[in-house]
Every structure is written in structure tokens, then in C-alpha cells.
């Protein structure tokens, strides 16, 4: 039998799913404890968010402000002045970035790392695997219609999750022998829970549920082509898109499920 002290090596892709992303911390502290060293990780959305700060040994820090974060402050990072291209600019968000990871490169980070966006000219997968870091998370969090697009060389680079919801195959690109998947967004639940929380959803709820739904359905389809070697589903069925300010139960039903996976 293996010895449970004996250090084992991933690879990690961390799929989206806004709020619920929070539950990604929890999933790397899990594989932590249990020994498994982190070779690369690849984030779309939120996974890119939160992959940028473990791949810059920054997890702790974006952790303790997870845990501070008010329904108020919620609202103010995602306040803004409307765009002609998406509802909000999300300078906030770039400045909290800023803040925390300055002007790192995706070069100077302790793990390997890559963010995956989409070009909404062409339909086409973009991984971000070089350059400013900051600018790479920013791309794959852009969800078309709420985030501005960000303009890189020819291209206009939106959420990932339009066409690599759990980034799997990037994780393998990149040279991870094993794949470590956490998937936010599965629909099929056995308690019945609607998507939509009220009889009255906002614009935000009701982009929500429609990307959730059109990601889990690409999600089976990429993870039956390319499967990883340990799915983790944390049950999230309950928590907003918009929960933004539950990161400690959220954080920690992350953790459960990694854990009961990993047993």
C-alpha cells in the first residue's frame, strides 16, 4: 500500500463557476494535506482567479480577503460604469489584481500557469501561458455581455468557459503526468434544486443560470473526450453566482469534496 506520507504530483485545472470558485481554495488545501504536490494548474474564470494567486504562492492572501468580503463589498467590486461592449469595466476587480500580484508575468510563477479565454472573434480557445498575469486573469474572468472583452494583439478575449469550462486538456498540453479536475457546475441534481433561486431572477441571475447550463453540458462532453484521473464536484447547488460573501462555507464544502475524493 502507498504510504500516506509519501508526496504524490498533479496537475490541477480549476473550472468556473464565479462565486463558487471560492471552493477551489479549499480543494488546494486539501491536496495539501494530503501530500500532493501541485506541478501545473489551469484555470478558466474564477479558476484562472484563484489559480493565479496559488501559482504565486498568494492563496493565503486571496483566502483572508475572501473571508472579509461584505454583501457591500460584493456590489462595490462589481460596481462601474457601463461600457458599450459589457456592463462593467471591472476596474475594481483589476485593481484588486494590481494590488496583490502587481506586474508578475505568468513567467515568474512558482507553479506553472495557464488561463484560458476565448476569442470572441473567432470562436476560437486561447491559453494564456506567458506575459502579465494580471492580464491573463482578467481575460478569462470577462463574461461576454457583463465584463468588457480585453484586447490582446488581434485579438478580443472573453470568459473561457464559452469553450474549455474545466481546462483538463490544457493541464495536459502543459506536461501534468496526472489531472486533478474540480468541476463547479454540474445541473443533474438529486435533490431538484431549480437554478434560479427566486420566481423573479435579475439579469445577472438569469445570465448566470444560462451560462451553468450551457457550461455543464460542454463540461460532459470535454470530460468524456478527455477525462482527468480525479474529478472533484463540490456541491454548490445552493450557492449563488453572486455569493460572493459566503467564501467560509464555501471554501469549505470545497474542501469536503476534495477530501472525500481523495479517501
Same mark, same amino acid.
Given at each position: 500500500?502507498?504510504?500516506?506520507?509519501?508526496?504524490?504530483?498533479a496537475g490541477v485545472a480549476l473550472g468556473g463557476g464565479a462565486a463558487?470558485?471560492?471552493?477551489? &481554495? $479549499?480543494?488546494?488545501?486539501?491536496?495539501?494535506?494530503?501530500? &500532493?504536490?501541485?506541478?501545473?494548474?489551469?484555470?478558466?474564470? =474564477?479558476?484562472a482567479f484563484v489559480g493565479a494567486f496559488f501559482a504565486t504562492n498568494?492563496?493565503?492572501?486571496?483566502?483572508?480577503?475572501?473571508?472579509?468580503?461584505?454583501?457591500?463589498?460584493?456590489?462595490?467590486?462589481?460596481?462601474?460604469?457601463?461600457?458599450?461592449?459589457?456592463?462593467?469595466?471591472?476596474?475594481? =476587480?483589476?485593481?484588486?489584481?494590481?494590488?496583490?500580484?502587481?506586474?508578475?508575468?505568468?513567467?515568474? #510563477?512558482? %507553479?506553472?500557469?495557464?488561463?484560458?479565454?476565448?476569442?470572441?472573434?473567432? $470562436?476560437?480557445?486561447?491559453?494564456?501561458?506567458?506575459?502579465?498575469?494580471?492580464? @491573463?486573469?482578467?481575460?478569462? =474572468?470577462?463574461?461576454?455581455? &457583463?465584463?468588457?472583452?480585453?484586447?490582446?494583439? @488581434?485579438?478580443?478575449?472573453?470568459?473561457?468557459?464559452?469553450?474549455?469550462?474545466?481546462?483538463?486538456?490544457?493541464?495536459?498540453?502543459?506536461?501534468?503526468?496526472?489531472?486533478?479536475?474540480?468541476?463547479?457546475?454540474?445541473? %443533474?441534481?438529486?435533490?431538484?434544486?431549480?437554478?434560479?433561486?427566486?420566481?423573479?431572477?435579475?439579469?445577472?441571475? =438569469?445570465? $448566470?443560470?444560462?451560462?451553468?447550463?450551457?457550461?455543464?453540458?460542454?463540461?460532459?462532453?470535454?470530460?468524456?473526450?478527455?477525462?482527468?484521473?480525479?474529478?472533484? #464536484?463540490?456541491?454548490?447547488?445552493?450557492?449563488?453566482?453572486?455569493?460572493?460573501?459566503?467564501?467560509?462555507?464555501?471554501?469549505?464544502?470545497?474542501?469536503?469534496?476534495?477530501?472525500?475524493?481523495?479517501?
Amino acid at each position: 500500500m502507498r504510504d500516506p506520507s509519501e508526496t504524490r504530483s498533479a496537475g490541477v485545472a480549476l473550472g468556473g463557476g464565479a462565486a463558487r470558485g471560492w471552493a477551489h &481554495i $479549499g480543494v488546494l488545501r486539501a491536496l495539501a494535506e494530503n501530500n &500532493i504536490r501541485i506541478t501545473h494548474v489551469a484555470g478558466t474564470s =474564477i479558476g484562472a482567479f484563484v489559480g493565479a494567486f496559488f501559482a504565486t504562492n498568494s492563496l493565503d492572501t486571496l483566502m483572508a480577503g475572501v473571508l472579509r468580503l461584505t454583501r457591500k463589498q460584493v456590489l462595490a467590486y462589481v460596481a462601474s460604469l457601463p461600457s458599450r461592449t459589457g456592463l462593467l469595466k471591472g476596474q475594481h =476587480i483589476t485593481a484588486f489584481l494590481e494590488e496583490h500580484l502587481g506586474s508578475l508575468t505568468i513567467e515568474q #510563477c512558482t %507553479v506553472p500557469l495557464a488561463t484560458v479565454a476565448t476569442d470572441i472573434r473567432t $470562436g476560437q480557445e486561447v491559453t494564456l501561458a506567458r506575459g502579465n498575469i494580471v492580464e @491573463a486573469v482578467r481575460a478569462s =474572468i470577462a463574461v461576454p455581455g &457583463i465584463f468588457t472583452p480585453l484586447r490582446r494583439e @488581434a485579438a478580443l478575449l472573453v470568459d473561457g468557459g464559452l469553450v474549455n469550462p474545466v481546462p483538463v486538456s490544457t493541464v495536459r498540453t502543459m506536461g501534468a503526468g496526472q489531472v486533478i479536475a474540480v468541476d463547479l457546475n454540474p445541473v %443533474v441534481r438529486q435533490n431538484g434544486l431549480p437554478l434560479l433561486a427566486t420566481e423573479q431572477p435579475n439579469m445577472l441571475e =438569469i445570465i $448566470g443560470a444560462s451560462a451553468q447550463i450551457i457550461q455543464a453540458s460542454l463540461t460532459r462532453t470535454r470530460l468524456a473526450t478527455d477525462p482527468p484521473d480525479l474529478l472533484i #464536484c463540490p456541491d454548490l447547488a445552493h450557492i449563488s453566482y453572486q455569493d460572493f460573501n459566503r467564501g467560509e462555507e464555501i471554501i469549505e464544502l470545497g474542501y469536503q469534496a476534495a477530501m472525500a475524493a481523495l479517501s
